[in-house]
């Protein structure tokens, strides 16, 4: 059973601390991604990783970081949380694009409450 | 810029009731996806579709792809309490594996 994990389910922090979102994925897969989900909104992509320490700017990457040290690890950091990045966050793996629109593999998502 | 319209972005039906939500663009794409999300988790693939004018049919679940590739849309029939969740439609963005999503409808369906 295919599997991607993400550290935390819940969290809550204050505004300034530096947070550490941590995604875990058993597929051997070389894409990785980390999306934030408002209401509304739909996910919007933060970053995007094709491979071991590669990676390319989503949408809002504004505030974010990402590093992805291992093929199966990919890690968002917000450097100085701010209210305004309270949100769901998801990360999700796919395999890498061929040409064809392979299917993304969701984590069940972290909620980011900045206080 | 391409973008996915959805509509509508709500709905609230009685079970056993029929519905069709949409997808809409201004650009051609080479192939549109839905997943569901279930409260608390993160979203699952329903279907890709890559031919224009594609009907595909999971159980209750209808999706169309466009003639020309610019819309989608998913019919239930018979909603069952199981269907709600929220539905996302989503297509390649570029050559590299990323999608854009659309907003997203929710689905309610009450017993």
């Known amino acids: 059973d295919v599997k991607v994990t993400q550290s935390s389910r819940y969290l809550v922090k204050r505004t300034g601390e530096k947070v550490f979102l941590e995604c875990v994925q058993d597929m051997d897969h070389e894409n990785m991604f980390w999306y934030r989900q408002d209401p509304g909104l739909g996910l919007r992509l933060i970053y995007f990783?094709?491979?071991?320490?590669?990676?390319e700017k989503g949408d809002i990457p504004e505030g974010y970081s990402v590093s992805r040290e291992k093929k199966e690890r990919f890690s968002l950091i917000l450097e100085s949380a701010s209210t305004n990045q309270t949100s769901m966050y998801l990360c999700?793996?796919?395999?890498?694009?061929?040409?064809?629109?392979?299917?993304?593999?969701f984590g069940p998502g972290t909620r980011l409450t900045v206080t | 810029t391409q973008l996915l319209e959805q509509s509508p972005q709500f709905l609230s039906i009685q079970e056993g009731e029929n519905l069709t939500v949409y997808c809409n663009s201004s650009s051609v794409f080479s192939s549109l996806q839905w997943y569901r999300q279930e409260p608390g988790e993160g979203p699952v693939l329903l279907v890709t579709v890559v031919t224009g004018g594609e009907v595909k049919k999971l159980k209750r679940l209808t999706f169309q792809f466009g003639d020309a590739r610019k819309d989608s849309s998913l019919h239930i029939t018979a909603a069952q309490p199981g269907d709600t969740g929220l539905y996302l439609c989503?297509?390649?963005?570029?050559?590299?594996?990323?999608?854009?999503f659309g907003q997203g409808t929710t689905l309610q369906v009450k017993p």
């Open positions: 999700a793996s796919s395999s890498r694009w061929t040409g064809i629109l392979y299917e993304q593999y």
């Open positions: 990783s094709y491979d071991v320490k590669m990676k």
């Open positions: 989503a297509g390649p963005s570029g050559n590299t594996g990323k999608l854009i």
